[in-house]
């Protein structure tokens, strides 16, 4: 008797710890996806997302449940004082996101429509957003602090750009391509340094000049004969076949 009731309190014990378990993970994995949105929104770093994605049960607890919910009532609050720039710069960072995917994804036909829109005109349109939003929320709040890297919205997304366009001057570097200023034009045979070899046919009619009423039959002359280095056939000797390799002038 007592080694079952031993068993069946062990027994017990093993699914009301499963179950247990199994809560926690629940709201782990809640807690954890309202954090990722929170961190998201106010663009915290990757870096610093603590939490791992996965629940592990050697590691995660009831306590772990109770820093997660701090974490999301602090960043909350973050989000509910700085929501006027933080928007906006969310949504800077959605036409920054695309034009990166354009540029990655060379078989997409639409990235040669959508890009020149998204660099020319929403970019700038919602850095300027950003930048208004921002002065308003500083006029607003002078003693609070909003930086992202230790830089403000503005300066923040300028630096994205400008990384982005030196890694991409680096990456040309490396692939050996030039610059449209190094390139050398193309060649055609106007630029071609050639030797001209100046023919000696001229030719065989000469118009001499004359009153505009004159007729071209009158104005005719044979061109003199030039001297040629080789005597020319008579049209007899002409209309004998080439073929005839007995021939002679």
Same mark, same amino acid.
């Given at each position: 008797?007592? &080694?079952?009731?031993?068993?069946?309190?062990?027994?017990?014990? &093993?699914? *009301?710890?499963?179950?247990?378990?199994? #809560?926690?993970? !629940?709201?782990?994995?809640?807690?954890?996806?309202? @954090?990722?949105?929170?961190?998201?929104?106010?663009?915290?770093?990757?870096?610093?997302?603590?939490?791992?994605?996965? !629940?592990?049960?050697?590691?995660?607890? /009831?306590? #772990?449940?109770?820093?997660?919910?701090?974490?999301?009532?602090?960043?909350?609050?973050?989000?509910?004082?700085? =929501?006027?720039?933080?928007?906006?710069? #969310?949504?800077?960072?959605?036409?920054?996101?695309?034009?990166? /995917?354009?540029?990655?994804?060379?078989?997409? +036909?639409?990235? !040669?429509?959508?890009?020149?829109?998204? *660099?020319?005109?929403?970019?700038?349109?919602?850095?300027?957003?950003? /930048?208004?939003?921002?002065?308003?929320?500083?006029?607003?709040?002078?003693?609070?602090? @909003? =930086?992202?890297?230790?830089?403000?919205?503005?300066?923040? @997304?300028?630096?994205k750009v400008r990384v982005r366009a030196?890694?991409?001057? !680096?990456?040309?570097?490396?692939?050996?391509? +030039?610059?449209?200023?190094?390139? #050398? +034009?193309?060649?055609?045979?106007?630029?071609?340094?050639?030797?001209?070899?100046?023919?000696?046919?001229?030719?065989?009619? &000469?118009?001499?000049?004359?009153?505009?009423?004159?007729?071209? =039959?009158?104005?005719? =002359?044979?061109? /003199?004969?030039?001297?040629?280095?080789?005597?020319?056939?008579?049209?007899?000797?002409?209309?004998?076949?080439?073929?005839?390799?007995?021939?002679?002038?």
């Open positions: 008797m007592l &080694v079952d009731r031993t068993t069946e309190a062990a027994e017990q014990l &093993v699914v *009301e710890s499963k179950e247990h378990i199994g #809560t926690l993970e !629940f709201l782990y994995t809640e807690k954890r996806i309202a @954090l990722r949105d929170l961190w998201e929104k106010c663009h915290v770093p990757i870096s610093d997302w603590t939490m791992p994605e996965e !629940f592990s049960p050697d590691h995660h607890d /009831a306590s #772990t449940l109770a820093i997660m919910d701090e974490r999301i009532a602090h960043l909350t609050e973050l989000y509910d004082r700085q =929501k006027t720039v933080l928007d906006k710069l #969310t949504a800077w960072t959605e036409l920054w996101d695309e034009k990166l /995917a354009h540029e990655e994804w060379e078989k997409d +036909p639409a990235r !040669f429509n959508n890009r020149g829109a998204v *660099e020319k005109q929403l970019l700038p349109h919602a850095q300027r957003e950003v /930048a208004l939003a921002y002065a308003i929320y500083r006029d607003e709040n002078p003693e609070d602090e @909003l =930086k992202f890297d230790d830089l403000d919205p503005v300066e923040w @997304l300028k630096r030196e890694n991409k001057e !680096f990456e040309a570097q490396m692939k050996g391509t +030039p610059s449209r200023a190094g390139m #050398t +034009p193309a060649m055609s045979l106007r630029n071609l340094h050639m030797p001209i070899d100046i023919s000696c046919i001229g030719p065989c009619r &000469v118009v001499s000049s004359g009153p505009k009423t004159s007729s071209p =039959k009158a104005a005719y =002359k044979r061109p /003199a004969p030039s001297d040629c280095s080789s005597p020319c056939p008579s049209p007899a000797k002409r209309a004998t076949p080439l073929r005839q390799r007995n021939w002679k002038p």
